[in-house]
Nanobody, 115 residues
């Protein structure tokens, strides 16, 4: 059974930085794509960033140039470095892993950006 556990969320002032991390049970090399999504109150869950097994990345327009996704296949971790945070980045951030038709989610970690 796949488990994804996020950590690193918290409260930060606008303009600050945070790094959220996702620890996976077992090897993440089996996941073709891993990503971060977020969901703000009253809004739908949206893609923030994702990274393929080969290291190809793509980002939501709203975070390009500010957020960086990375994965450590040896340690089974995926990270999201968030810089120049804005109040509109406030949301629960979820780790996602895809292996063929299978889709896995973590429980989420809260990120709150104060103005």
């Amino acid at each position: 059974q796949v488990q994804l556990v996020e950590s690193g969320g918290g409260l930060v002032q606008a303009g600050g930085s945070l790094r959220v991390s996702c620890a996976a049970s077992g090897s993440i090399s089996r996941f073709n794509v891993m990503g971060w999504y977020r969901q703000a109150p009253g809004k739908q869950r949206e893609l923030v960033a994702r990274i393929t097994i080969g290291g190809f990345t793509n980002y939501a327009d709203s975070v390009k140039g500010r957020f960086t996704i990375s994965r450590d296949n040896a340690k089974n971790w995926v990270y999201l470095q968030m810089n120049s945070l804005k109040p509109e980045d406030t949301a629960v951030y979820y780790c996602n892993a895809v292996n063929g038709p299978n889709d896995y989610w973590g429980q989420g970690t809260q990120v709150t950006v104060s103005s």
